[in-house]
């Protein structure tokens, strides 16, 4: 899918809203995180429409079956 998204940003915005489970103790950890972070949104971008609607189902399976 085509994006103009910067993935460092959004990296930064879902570690920012979603640090629930961020344990973070240093700065050095911070930034392994956003790494990883840019790496899985870098992947998504990847996909197209109805590969990424397909993960986002997985995702929500995922979380009812959790839940």
Known sequence: MKS?????QLAFEYLRHNNSGLNVGNEAEFLVAVQKARARFADLLELSPSELQG?????FDLKDFDG
């Open 55 to 59: 993960q986002c189902r997985k995702g």
């Open 4 to 8: 103009n998204l910067d993935i460092t």
